[in-house]
């Protein structure tokens, strides 16, 4: 019989359910799961035997996996082909569980038309009850839950744990040699003592760090004193996103079209993925600066020193002669004059244009999200504000483009200008 990969969704309870989750102690690395988990009923949706209701009993024996997920988590989304992938060679030993809080009528619909897992028929637990998730507390998703053969807990992880390695080393031990997932407290300064009083003032901190943290979220958040923000803490992020932080206040031409790397590989930079389509992880960072809000001025600055003295590279700013796109005027005023029509930025929605916005924010919108490989210069010396509307079609390449602004009287010439570049080096 053909081996059918068993990705298994846990599910909403069913009402008989009586199990309260106050009532219910969070469990510890190696403490056995309880006959009410075992047992508990959970509701799925597009199970292979078309089963509405399944049980951890159900795949006692096994090596179970359980991946809280939700149709709106990217990461989790872009991490299931891959773990698909990897539960493929261990369908007898293994039965991974995608579990989502989601209903089913969400649930369904996108694991339908989802580009990533259309194909994969994956089965996932639906609407699940909140005492789920007592016995494995977490904060953040994509949430990884390891359960032995053996009936006990392994601990939590992050998606990338899933690898052959430590699925063959989880199926011959009792035990799980990974770093261990602890979601932290994104309010409290990152990584200071958890007994740090909130009485003191806290005039000066920075950490920075190389390494995937698996507690935290990829993002980053302000530290705010009454409107100045004088912080900021960026977690598992790639390097390149940091530079662009730190010079965004005197950069304001700044798109990824004006990135130079010299002696640097995209990849240690820039987000990438592995064999199994999954980000990797190896190059992410975290950073929290805090300066005193009288300093809050120069929160940026330090912020650059930082990352160029600590990172292994540097970045600055230089003019640079390069390739671009040269935005002239070859028609009337009258063709790009706006009719003074209410302000519309819609550039790419399915009615594209702008209406009555300047022409620098036409340029801005085309260097920060088209297909266009090269930065728009512009050399019309227009001043006034724009009525600019072109089909999607013409956002997929210059010679696209070209034709479409042609009926505005513009041209765009390819060409070279200094220009301003963020240049990134190896610090030697």
């Known amino acids: 019989m053909k081996k059918k990969l068993l990705t298994i969704a846990l599910a909403a309870l069913c009402p008989f359910f009586t199990v309260k989750a ?7 690395i190696g403490d056995s799961i309880p006959e009410s988990l075992w047992n ?14 399944i049980t951890l009993n159900d795949y ?14 990217t990461n989790c989304v872009a991490s299931m082909p891959g773990t698909h992938d990897i539960q493929l060679k261990f369908t007898n030993d293994v039965a991974v569980i995608p579990i989502a809080k989601d209903k089913a009528n969400t ?4 694991l339908k038309r989802n ?23 977490h904060r953040l998703i994509p949430h990884i839950v390891w359960i032995g053969r053996n009936g006990t807990y392994l601990g939590a992880t992050t998606p990338d744990q899933i690898t052959e390695n430590n699925i063959s080393e989880a199926l011959e031990s009792t035990g799980l040699h990974v770093r261990n997932k602890l979601d932290w407290d994104t309010e409290r300064p990152l990584f200071l003592s958890r007994e740090f009083s909130g009485d003191l003032e806290l005039h000066h901190y920075s950490i920075f760090f190389k390494g995937y943290y698996p507690g935290l979220t990829t993002g980053n958040k302000f530290r705010r004193k009454q409107n100045i923000v004088y912080g900021r803490a960026i977690t598992n992020t790639v390097l390149l996103q940091f530079y662009e932080i730190a010079i965004a206040p005197v950069f304001r031409e700044y798109s990824r079209k004006r990135v130079i790397l010299e002696g640097v590989d995209s990849s240690e930079v820039l987000m990438v993925r592995d064999n199994h389509m999954r980000w990797k992880l190896d ?65 790419f929605s399915d009615n594209p244009g702008i209406i009555n916005q300047p022409l620098n924010l036409f340029i801005e919108r085309i260097d920060m999200d088209s297909g266009i490989p090269l930065p728009l210069v512009d050399e019309t010396a227009y001043q006034g504000n ?22 505005y009287g513009l041209s765009l010439i ?3 200008r200094p220009l301003r570049m963020l240049v990134i080096k190896k610090d030697r």
């Not at 649930?107 to 996108?110: K, R, Y």
């Not at 990172?311 to 005023?333: D, F, H, N, W």
């Not at 956002?395 to 042609?406: E, H, P, W, Y």
Request: aromatic fraction near 8%.
């Open 115 to 137: 580009e990533m897992l259309k194909n994969l028929n994956i089965c996932s637990v639906v609407s699940y009850n909140d005492a789920v998730k007592s016995y494995f507390p």
């Open 283 to 347: 190059n992410r960072y975290n950073y929290e600066i805090v300066v005193p809000p009288d300093k809050a001025d120069s929160l940026y600055a330090f912020m650059l020193s930082d990352l160029n003295h600590y990172s292994g590279y540097r970045a600055a700013t230089e003019m640079r002669k390069s390739k671009c796109l040269v935005l002239t005027r070859i028609g009337k005023i009258n063709q790009i004059k706006t009719t003074g029509a209410p302000p519309e930025n819609n550039l």
């Open 414 to 416: 390819e060409a070279e």
């Open 40 to 53: 508990m009923p959970l509701q799925v949706v597009n199970h292979p035997e078309g089963k509405d209701t």
């Open 386 to 407: 724009v009525d600019i509307q072109v089909p999607k079609s013409a956002l997929k390449s210059q010679d696209t483009l070209r034709a479409a602004l042609k009926n």
């Open 107 to 110: 649930v369904v619909p996108f």
């Open 60 to 73: 006692r024996g096994k090596l179970i996996i359980l991946d809280f997920w939700a149709t709106w988590c």
């Open 22 to 28: 106050q009532h219910i102690k969070s469990l510890n």
